[in-house]
T-cell receptor
Framework: GENVEQHPSTLSVQEGDSAVIKCTYS??????FPWYKQELGKRPQLIID?????GEKKDQRIAVTLNKTAKHFSLHITETQPEDSAVYFC?????????????FGKGTLLTVNP | GAVVSQHPSWVICKSGTSVKIECRSL??????MFWYRQFPKQSLMLMAT?????????EQGVEKDKFLINHASLTLSTLTVTSAHPEDSSFYIC???????????FGSGTRLTVV
């Protein structure tokens, strides 16, 4: 089955700096890669996603890049703000398969210091 | 947008009792429902996948007789934790999908505490 590795497990940055979180996946059939932000006790919130036919996607301060050959994808947050502090999860699935379950990385605790 | 309502949001139960958690898709028909468990400071671990009208598929290591999943309609799936024990205390979250291409909508989660 799919295995998703996520690094780093914790990341501390100063307000205004950029943050980068990286993930690798093992199943070459995976074609959908969402990123979630989760605050304590809350549901995961989709912040951006990318499909395998695209190499990069951007939404304001958030961007995701995908390298299918190397099987890795990254989340980039620019101009970080204290409210960006949360746990971020990457995930992967084969969205066209018969069992399109999401496999999550272990998460990154991002702390943005004012 | 798509909304999944999950109830209860928290529950405390005595060891040995059973607890039922409901997830309803409010404005779409959920072909598939995924049930996750999340321990403190850990990731979401998939417990099982259920498709409407058929038996759930459980992940390795998840006891199907302990975690009963029913997906009787396209808008309702339930997870029943039977004979709950303190080690079952966790955050349980459902996620509904009409097909992977259309993404996944998460419920708000249920904090289960077994005393």
């Amino acid at each position: 089955g799919e295995n998703v590795e996520q690094h780093p497990s914790t990341l501390s940055v100063q307000e205004g700096d950029s943050a980068v979180i990286k993930c690798t996946y093992s199943d070459s059939a995976s074609n959908y890669f969402p990123w979630y932000k989760q605050e304590l006790g809350k549901r995961p919130q989709l912040i951006i996603d990318i499909r395998s036919n695209v190499g990069e996607k951007k939404d304001q301060r958030i961007a995701v890049t995908l390298n299918k050959t190397a099987k890795h994808f990254s989340l980039h947050i620019t101009e970080t703000q204290p409210e960006d502090s949360a746990v971020y999860f990457c995930a992967a699935s084969n969205s066209g398969g018969s069992n399109y379950k999401l496999t999550f990385g272990k998460g990154t605790l991002l702390t943005v210091n004012p | 947008g798509a909304v999944v309502s999950q109830h209860p949001s928290w529950v405390i139960c005595k060891s040995g009792t059973s607890v039922k958690i409901e997830c309803r898709s409010l404005d779409f028909q959920a072909t598939t429902m995924f049930w996750y468990r999340q321990f403190p400071k850990q990731s979401l671990m998939l417990m099982a996948t259920s498709n409407e009208g058929s038996k759930a598929t459980y992940e390795q290591g998840v006891e199907k007789d302990k975690f009963l999943i029913n997906h009787a309609s396209l808008t309702l799936s339930t997870l029943t934790v039977t004979s709950a024990h303190p080690e079952d205390s966790s955050f349980y979250i459902c996620s509904a999908s009409t097909g992977g291409t259309y993404g996944y909508t998460f419920g708000s989660g249920t904090r289960l505490t077994v005393v």
